[in-house]
């Protein structure tokens, strides 16, 4: 039987290259995001005109909005079996004492909260049938805290210490949960964080080379297509031009 991945975040990068690649892997997605153009014009990219994608429209800090969103899916299409938890962001970079508490809500509401909102709702099927894979998108900032990320970094840690927990709880489920925790990744990310400023957006990637999203999508697949007995944890990837969350190297 074809397998299901629902991907959180798919409107863009990481997200919708990884959409792809489950796809072109044989999966049927659902693909999830606000922006719904950006989920139709996914689905016109990807699908030949048959029933194996489904666009799920709503903001994953509303709670209610994601239930609706699962229960609108019909029943075969509720057996998932690769959750890919995606959507976030960094909002702002600034130093705690000048922070913004919009942008520190809306990073706690979306890293945070709303993935353990989705992963709540979809577990019970794989609870059920005792299988599944959960892969917790977090990120360098994760593992390292650097100057300015004190709030972004703290989702992150905690979407590392979330990915833990739900290895240790959903054990007795045959439930596999995987991190991948990139570095730089040239996609929208430097732009919402910059609150659209373009300049400042382009200049994070300065002199370096970053991972595309792409890269990023293949570790996910990496990681889905082991063998049932294998699971791996974390996969830490960077550009090579960045050491750590806190050392580049700039031409
Ligand atoms: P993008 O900004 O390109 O994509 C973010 C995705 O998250 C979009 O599809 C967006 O959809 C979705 N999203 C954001 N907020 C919400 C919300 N409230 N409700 C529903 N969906 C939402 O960034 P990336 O692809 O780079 O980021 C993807 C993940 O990777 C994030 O968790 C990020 O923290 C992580 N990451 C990114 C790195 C980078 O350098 N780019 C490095 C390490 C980790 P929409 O706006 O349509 O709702
Ligand atoms: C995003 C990567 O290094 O910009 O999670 O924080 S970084």
Redesign the pocket.
Known sequence: MTKIALI?????????ATAKKMFSSGYKVII????KE?LDSLISEISTGNDLVIPLN????NHDECKKAFESLPDDWKKIDVLIN?????AGADPIDKGNRDDWERMID??IK?LLYITQIVIPGMMERKNGHIVN?????GHEVYANGNVYCAS?FAVNAITKGMRIDLLPYNIKVSAV?????????SL?RYHGDKQKADNVYKGIT?LN?EDVAEAIEFLVTRPKHVNVNDIILVPTAQASAVYNFRE
């Not at 959180?8 to 919708?16: D, L, M, N, P, Y």
């Not at 999830?32 to 922006?35: A, F, M, N, S, V």
């Not at 998108?137 to 900032?141: H, T």
């Open positions: 959180t975040g798919a409107t863009s990068g990481i997200g919708r999830t995001g606000r922006r950006l709503f903001d994953i800090r995606n959507a976030g962001l960094a979306t890293n709303g998108i977090g990120s360098i900032a992150k925790s990139p570095g730089m990744v040239e996609t929208e990310f919402v970053p999203a």
